[in-house]
């Protein structure tokens, strides 16, 4: 799977953020990759294990929809 970026970006409050999110199978087990920060700069990153492919993917749906909630577009 290609990783999915959204970007949420507005000059008049200076606020130009990414959050990034992919799935990959470490070791056998799958695990939903987060990483989020300002754009430019070395951001945050987070890493959930799941046991099954179908677990994953629905985390990474929930979270892609509460970030274009707030604002954060591809």
């Not at 056998?28 to 430019?40: Q, Y």
Request: include cysteine.
């Amino acid at each position: 799977m290609n990783a999915i970026i959204l970007y949420r970006t507005d000059d008049g409050k200076r606020m130009h953020r990414y959050y990034r999110m992919d799935v990959l199978n470490l070791c056998g087990e799958w695990c939903f990759m987060r990483e989020w920060g300002r754009i430019g700069s070395n951001g945050r990153m987070r890493s959930v294990p799941f046991a099954t492919l179908q677990e994953v993917y629905a985390a990474l749906d929930k979270q892609r929809k509460a970030k274009e909630r707030r604002g954060y577009s591809v």
